[in-house]
Nanobody
Framework: QVPLVESGGGLVEAGGSLRLSCAAS????????MGWYRQAPGKQRELVAQ???????NYADSVKGRFTISRDNAKNTVYLQMNSLKPEDTAVYYC????????????????WGQGTQVTVSS
């Protein structure tokens, strides 16, 4: 198991900002993509943003122009800068590491963080 340690969630007023961080720890050879998903009560988990090892980006339409994902490959860390937050952004945010290989010969696997709560008040 590869721990993904998330931080940065919390309570913020509408229009405010938060920054989420997620670091993959332990021996890591490569990670194809890292990203953030979220799940609001009663809803399915959805992709928020994803960044590949080569820097390709993918955002949900609902967050384009407000959220920015970035990645430090050397630290195996992904960040999500969330600006102009709206009440509908309220959810548990989960970090994802896609096709992570512990060693060159390892079978790639996907890993999830424990989730961090983001609450945006109106």
């Amino acid at each position: 198991q590869v721990p993904l340690v998330e931080s940065g969630g919390g309570l913020v007023e509408a229009g405010g900002s938060l920054r989420l961080s997620c670091a993959a720890s332990g021996s890591i050879f490569s990670i194809s993509a890292m990203g953030w998903y979220r799940q609001a009560p009663g809803k399915q988990r959805e992709l928020v943003a994803q960044i590949t090892s080569g820097g390709s980006l993918n955002y949900a339409d609902s967050v384009k122009g407000r959220f920015t994902i970035s990645r430090d490959n050397a630290k195996n860390t992904v960040y999500l800068q969330m600006n102009s937050l709206k009440p509908e952004d309220t959810a548990v945010y989960y970090c994802n590491a896609n096709r992570l290989k512990r060693f060159a010969w390892s079978t790639p696997n996907d890993y999830w963080g424990q989730g961090t709560q983001v609450t945006v008040s109106s």
